[in-house]
Each structure stands twice: as structure tokens, then as C-alpha cells.
């Protein structure tokens, strides 16, 4: 036995050869991405490896079933109990009743319609995040990526996320209405059912007894009074702001924190302008501030609109952009530190792709 063991040749014929593990092993990357790290026995062949398929970008190739599974489904099941307390206070509530003067300069304006309706303020900055989530994850993304099911699964979980903040900002921006119950600039207009009726009055009544006239309720005439009386905060403006806000963060964080060597176009510590490549990354970084400047100015029309329209006084649209911008950071912020969490498609090739570039350092297990 002695010999056997002191004889290289002999231990060479009685020791087995390891077997590479075929099974792959959890661990996780630089940037903390949980992913499926393979064995030692997968690595030995470079050329092999280069030559491995990284992943399909077919739609008929996308996993559904993975999509949603690796989905966080925490937020929209507390979004969904935030919706049907929404649906509660919106149809058994009522505003609160202020008291005014029948004749007061405040509420007495003439609105002739909304110039940007409610469903352009919530419809136009879905479709401007879709379009920020698909440039980033299909184009821009896309070798970071390596199989069209991450990109949606990606998609899926900002965008899902940004309509639970909606949705959420809707309750809150509701539900305060109901319980100030602020007058529209245009609650008289509103209350006696357009402008020549309201001019009517003020013609029957003397400015005396309208001046005198302080009151906390009044029968008006019109079912638009109703709507009139939930002022504050301008719901168009919290909506657009929410949403918008969210895409702004998704926009910075995708474009200049997501991962090092993976940023829009590629961030380079560089002073010359040699090859024109530097030149053609300034220009396409002008646009994509350009694409968030387009957003925040969305915004910024709506809130003004509603302020023009006489639908809304100045500080009812300010307290909606603070309530959309609060609850954006809050949603977003989360949204972005839960991502790294969401497991990645065909990830032995992914690993094996990091491997190669170097761009990720696998943790040992």
C-alpha cells in the first residue's frame, strides 16, 4: 500500500479523476445580481465559449412563466388594497362644505374647458416611460441583457412599479380632496351651470346682499357642482408629475448608474476629441438630457394649463407636483434597489459572457 501511494504512476491509475459538477450553484456578481454561477468544469475551453449563443432576442422565444416569476409582487398586492380603498372614498365620499361668500372675486371665474383633458395628463407619460423601458432595455441594454425575457422581465417590473405609484398618488390626491374640499376658481360657473346663468345672478342681486351673503352651502342647480368643490390638490398635476418623475429616475439611474461600462453610450474619463467618438457621445448624451428635459417640461404645461383653464389656483397645482414628485422618489428609488434582485434569464450564459469580458467578478459560494 505504501508503494501504491508513494508511486505517481500507481496513484494516478488508483485515484479517479474528478468529475466537473454538471449542476449550477447560486452566487452572485459584483453589482449583486443573483445569477447561477457554474462550476470550475465549465470554463476550460475560451474558444468554446466564445462561441456560445447568448441568448435569443425572438418574441416567440420570450419565457412568460419566468417573466412573472421573477417579478416582486409585494407592491402590487398593497396596490391592489390601495385601489379598492380609492374605489370606496371616490363613490361613498363627499367634499367637505366650506364656508364663502355667495360673492367672491375667487370663485367667480369663467373656465372654457381643460386644455390638456385628464386622460392626456396619465395616457402620454405611460407611453413616454414605455418608450424610455424599451429604447433602454431592447437597444441600449441589450448585450447587458443577453435574452430578449430579461429585457421584459426588466420592463415589466419598472413600468408595473410606476402604476402602483399612480395609483397610489390618485388615492392620497382623492381622498384630500374630499376632506378640504376646496372651491374651484370656477365653482360659481360651475354651481349655476355656465357663465350666462351665473351673469343672471349677479344681474338679479344687489352687490350688497351677494357681498353679505356668507354661507356654507347653496343649491346649485348643476351636477357639475359637485366636482367643483375638490380643489386642492390639482389631480392632473399630481398624476402627470408622478409618472413623469419616474421616468426621469429610471432615465438617470439606467443612464449613468446602472452599471459600470453598461451606462448610455459608455462613460469615459477622456479630454481628446481624436477619432470623433467623444464627439458623437456629447451629442448623443445633449439628446438624451433632451429626453429628460421633455419630460419635466410635460409637467411643467400641465400644471400651467390648469392654472390657465381657471380649473385650479396656483397652489393647488404646486401641492399636486410635490404629492407626484414625493411619492415618484419613494417608488422609484425602491424600484431601482430592487432590480438587482430580479433573477436573470439563461443566466449560465450570462455568467459565462462576464467571464470573458471581465466586466463582473464572480463571489465565490
Known sequence: MARVMSDPVALDKHTPEPIPSQEPRLGKTASGITHLRMSAGHSRDLESQ?????????????????????QHYGTPLTTIAILIALLVVHWTLTPSKRVFFLYDASISYISHGDTIPAWVAVVVPLISLLISLVAYE????????????NAVATTVHFFVDCVCSFVTVEFITELTKMLIGRLRPNFLQECFGGQQQLEGVWRS???VQLGSSLVND?????????????????????????IMTYNIVFLLWAGYMRADGASFMGLRRQTGWRGGHRFLREIGHGFYLFWILVQAAFVWA???SRFADNKHQVSDVVGG??????????????????HQYVVMHNVAARDRESQINGRFRAMPT
Do not use: E
Open 50 to 70: 466564445l462561441t456560445l449563443p447568448l441568448g435569443s432576442w425572438r418574441l416567440q422565444d420570450i419565457d412568460w412563466g419566468f417573466v412573472f416569476k421573477s
Open 138 to 149: 431592447f437597444v441600449i441594454f441589450r448585450s447587458f441583457n443577453l435574452h430578449i425575457t
Open 205 to 207: 342681486s344687489s352687490p
Open 321 to 338: 407636483w410635490l404629492l407626484g414628485t414625493c411619492f415618484a422618489l419613494i417608488y422609484s428609488c425602491r424600484a431601482t434597489s430592487l
Open 218 to 242: 347653496i343649491d346649485c342647480p348643476s351636477p357639475l357642482s359637485m366636482a367643483s368643490r375638490k380643489s386642492f390638490p390639482s389631480g392632473h398635476s399630481s398624476c402627470s408629475a408622478v
Open 302 to 304: 400641465v400644471g400651467v
